[in-house]
């Protein structure tokens, strides 16, 4: 069977070729598209899971992944051999040999989307996606995102009596991002398990929301709120203000009409380190709530809080799941809104803020503002700490032996700079890696190398990350606020580190 999988995957690719726009789409997703569904791709014959239901464990080959380096690709991905609909489905990183889970001291599944190649996106249909480089990508198509997980390992469950519809016939493709711990080139599974029901059940369509929507890398930043000038406080008089009783937050949002009328029957959300949580509101119904997605944060013991080297934030183990057969009716022309809410307290970078909500068409539906359902909410039992959880991500050089270690700068002398400074990032090497500025001056990064690379701060006064750049792009932000900033490349941690300084502005005394 397995060896039919394979070949009817082959069988495959030949077929997408005669569906170029989702391909063309889909490949300039990622520059270096990845190799269509091949050797060691594949899903089993399937497992009985119930009366008209069965569960397809599929597998997909990462590739090979560089040592502490960070591979985001797309890939097509084998479509469970079935027509039905999806109830269950989930995800996981395994190793190639054993099907043992991986832990993330090796490898790190840090986001997976899947898309189905032969429908369109509900929300970015007609304007296509941006791609991991930041470019526009040529085309309106956009292959439908049906499921997503990130390291909360999310899972797909649908309330009884509803499904995604599936078709043996489509094609399904994946964009992923995994994260490499150790010094060694290593690769595993991507692992799939898809429930598919034959009976009939109402069709439930994915409708994803992601405040930086339509594009393949939707990051964004958080900048943390600017220290208080204590010493300029004190001068004045003014009484030592009373630590607030809650932290500074920063909530994004993005509105979402919902063309047609339905029932909102199930959803679940994705963010990074240093989430409060998502929540779904309706601007027009008073602004209430009537969604929200909680992450949950795992005890200081939990591995995603201990993985060394630090590549990036730990997030949180879990975001909490909501469904309900009745849902939340939905008129069309009604907005839902999504809001982001994330810690302000500290700078938190290359965050996510998405949910992916299904929608059951119902003309039936026809008030606005229609009863919030008694959700239910499915979430971890394991054991977790209120969060975000405080984190602070050190530059990681690699040692004589070719180890991970944390540095406090990078090698060479400080160069100091003026008020004005182009500085160049070439392939696995920042042109500059330490300098020094005035407060208030001006830093322009020019990429001009041939691989994609970014900036990202480690640790420092001002959340800052840039897209993927490359071929003369460049991405230019004033330093307005003292102290030492250490960025790194996201894509190359360990190889590409940058330490500025920036110097507060002297006093000018009054006359
Ligand atoms: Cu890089």
Same mark, same amino acid.
């Given at each position: 069977?397995?060896? /039919?999988?394979?070949?009817?995957?082959?069988?495959?690719?030949?077929?997408?070729?005669?569906?170029?726009?989702?391909?063309?789409?889909?490949?300039?997703?990622?520059?270096? #598209?990845?190799?269509? #569904?091949?050797?060691?791709?594949?899903? =089993?014959?399937?497992?009985?899971?119930?009366?008209?239901?069965?569960?397809? $464990?599929?597998?997909?080959? +990462?590739?090979?992944?560089?040592?502490?380096?960070?591979?985001?690709?797309?890939?097509?991905?084998?479509?469970?051999?079935?027509?039905?609909?999806?109830?269950?489905?989930?995800? =996981?990183?395994?190793?190639?040999?054993?099907?043992?889970?991986?832990?993330?001291?090796?490898?790190?599944?840090? @986001?997976?989307?899947?898309?189905?190649?032969?429908? &369109?996106?509900? +929300?970015?249909?007609?304007?296509?996606?941006?791609?991991?480089?930041?470019?526009?990508?040529?085309?309106?198509?956009?292959? &439908?995102?049906?499921?997503?997980?990130?390291?909360?390992?999310?899972?797909?469950?649908?309330?009884?009596?509803?499904?995604?519809?599936? =078709? &043996?016939?489509?094609?399904?493709?994946?964009?992923?991002? %995994?994260?490499?711990?150790?010094?060694?080139?290593?690769?595993?599974?991507?692992?799939?398990?898809?429930?598919?029901?034959?009976?009939?059940?109402?069709?439930?369509?994915?409708?994803?929301?992601?405040? /930086?929507?339509?594009?393949?890398?939707?990051?964004?930043?958080?900048?943390?709120?600017?220290?208080?000038?204590?010493?300029?406080?004190?001068?004045?008089?003014?009484?030592?203000?009373?630590?607030?009783?809650?932290?500074?937050?920063?909530?994004?949002?993005?509105?979402?009409?919902?063309?047609?009328?339905?029932?909102?029957?199930?959803?679940?959300?994705?963010? @990074?380190?240093? #989430?409060?949580?998502?929540?779904?509101?309706?601007?027009?119904?008073?602004?209430?709530?009537?969604?929200?997605?909680?992450?949950?944060?795992?005890?200081?013991?939990?591995?995603?809080?201990?993985?060394?080297?630090?590549?990036?934030?730990?997030?949180?183990?879990?975001?909490? #799941?909501?469904? /309900?057969?009745?849902?939340?009716?939905? /008129?069309?022309?009604?907005?839902?809104?999504?809001?982001? *809410?994330?810690?302000?307290?500290?700078?938190?970078?290359? %965050?996510?803020?998405?949910?992916?909500?299904?929608?059951?068409?119902?003309?039936?539906?026809?008030?606005?503002?229609?009863?919030?359902?008694?959700?239910?909410?499915?979430?971890?039992?394991?054991?977790?700490?209120?969060?975000?959880?405080?984190?602070?991500?050190?530059?990681?050089?690699?040692?004589?032996?070719?180890?991970?270690?944390?540095?406090?700068?990078?090698?060479?002398?400080?160069?100091?700079?003026?008020?004005?400074?182009?500085?160049?990032?070439?392939?696995?090497?920042?042109?500059?890696?330490?300098?020094?500025?005035?407060?208030?001056?001006? *830093?322009?990064?020019?990429?001009?190398?041939?691989?994609?690379?970014?900036?990202?701060?480690?640790?420092?006064?001002?959340?800052?990350?840039?897209?993927?750049? =490359?071929?003369?792009?460049?991405?230019?932000? $004033?330093?307005?606020?003292?102290?030492?900033?250490?960025?790194?490349?996201?894509?190359?941690?360990?190889?590409?580190?940058?330490?500025?300084?920036?110097?507060?502005?002297?006093?000018?005394?009054?006359?």
């Amino acid at each position: 069977m397995e060896a /039919r999988s394979r070949s009817k995957s082959r069988a495959k690719v030949a077929a997408i070729a005669g569906f170029l726009p989702a391909v063309v789409a889909v490949a300039l997703l990622i520059p270096s #598209a990845g190799s269509a #569904a091949g050797p060691g791709s594949g899903c =089993d014959a399937g497992t009985p899971a119930g009366p008209n239901k069965t569960t397809y $464990k599929c597998n997909l080959p +990462t590739g090979t992944i560089g040592g502490y380096e960070v591979r985001q690709w797309f890939a097509l991905a084998p479509t469970p051999p079935q027509n039905g609909f999806i109830t269950h489905m989930e995800t =996981d990183i395994v190793d190639e040999g054993s099907g043992a889970q991986v832990p993330i001291s090796r490898l790190m599944l840090h @986001h997976i989307v899947f898309l189905n190649l032969n429908k &369109q996106d509900s +929300t970015c249909a007609g304007q296509g996606y941006t791609g991991f480089d930041g470019r526009k990508g040529f085309g309106t198509f956009a292959p &439908q995102r049906f499921y997503g997980a990130g390291e909360e390992r999310m899972k797909l469950s649908m309330p009884p009596g509803y499904g995604v519809p599936t =078709d &043996q016939n489509h094609n399904w493709g994946v964009v992923a991002m %995994v994260m490499n711990h150790r010094s060694g080139v290593d690769n595993a599974l991507i692992h799939y398990e898809v429930t598919i029901d034959t009976g009939p059940l109402m069709p439930a369509k994915p409708y994803w929301f992601d405040v /930086r929507d339509c594009r393949a890398d939707p990051i964004y930043n958080i900048p943390s709120v600017a220290k208080k000038k204590t010493v300029a406080a004190k001068k004045k008089g003014k009484k030592k203000r009373k630590k607030p009783r809650t932290k500074p937050t920063v909530t994004e949002s993005r509105d979402y009409v919902i063309p047609e009328s339905g029932r909102l029957i199930a959803g679940a959300g994705h963010v @990074h380190g240093g #989430a409060v949580g998502l929540t779904l509101t309706e601007p027009n119904c008073g602004n209430r709530a009537v969604a929200r997605s909680d992450p949950t944060w795992g005890l200081p013991d939990h591995p995603f809080y201990n993985v060394r080297p630090i590549l990036h934030e730990p997030g949180p183990i879990n975001m909490s #799941a909501f469904g /309900r057969t009745a849902g939340l009716p939905v /008129r069309a022309g009604e907005t839902i809104r999504l809001n982001s *809410i994330y810690d302000n307290s500290l700078p938190h970078v290359r %965050v996510m803020g998405i949910m992916v909500v299904y929608l059951v068409p119902d003309a039936s539906v026809t008030q606005d503002c229609g009863p919030v359902p008694g959700w239910d909410v499915l979430k971890t039992n394991q054991p977790g700490r209120p969060g975000p959880i405080p984190s602070r991500i050190p530059l990681t050089g690699l040692d004589a032996n070719g180890q991970a270690t944390t540095i406090n700068a990078p090698p060479g002398p400080i160069r100091n700079a003026g008020r004005n400074t182009v500085t160049s990032v070439g392939d696995r090497f920042f042109g500059a890696p330490n300098l020094r500025v005035r407060q208030g001056s001006w *830093i322009t990064w020019q990429f001009n190398g041939a691989e994609l690379h970014n900036v990202t701060l480690a640790n420092g006064p001002l959340g800052i990350g840039t897209d993927n750049l =490359d071929g003369g792009r460049t991405f230019t932000q $004033k330093l307005d606020r003292p102290g030492t900033y250490r960025f790194f490349c996201a894509l190359h941690p360990v190889q590409m580190q940058e330490r500025v300084i920036v110097t507060p502005r002297k006093h000018k005394k009054k006359p």
